[in-house]
Nanobody, 124 residues
Framework: QAQLVESGGGLVQAGGSLSLSCAAS????????IGWFRQAPGKEREFVAS????????VYADSVKGRFTISRDNAKNTVYLQMSSLKPQDTAVYYC?????????????????WGRGTRVTVSS
């Protein structure tokens, strides 16, 4: 079972950029699709982006399409989320999860081994 650790969050002004990392240990990382989800204060966790085990397929939430890019380096057991043109509504705790079931997915229940999250705050 993979264990995931998110990092890279912080405080950034609107219009700025941040790069998040999701590092895995244990399990067979290269066999899992990985997804990024986020949870804003007072809201439920929502899908952000997902990438297939080989990086060949990606899917994004409409709210981040064109601004966020998900990628992975299986040699480093790491998935990245490059975020640009950040908006205050991107403020949330960002989590990564592993999905051993499907190529890519947007459904939270397909993912597990959640990390503790990394906080992103975008100021206006």
């Amino acid at each position: 079972q993979a264990q995931l650790v998110e990092s890279g969050g912080g405080l950034v002004q609107a219009g700025g950029s941040l790069s998040l990392s999701c590092a895995a240990s244990g399990g067979t990382f290269s066999r899992y699709a990985i997804g990024w989800f986020r949870q804003a204060p007072g809201k439920e966790r929502e899908f952000v982006a997902s990438i297939s085990w080989d990086g060949g397929s990606t899917v994004y939430a409409d709210s981040v399409k064109g601004r966020f890019t998900i990628s992975r380096d299986n040699a480093k057991n790491t998935v990245y989320l490059q975020m640009s043109s950040l908006k205050p509504q991107d403020t949330a705790v960002y989590y990564c999860g592993a999905n051993p079931y499907t190529l890519v997915d947007v459904i939270e229940s397909k993912f597990g081994s959640w990390g503790r999250g990394t906080r992103v705050t975008v100021s206006s």
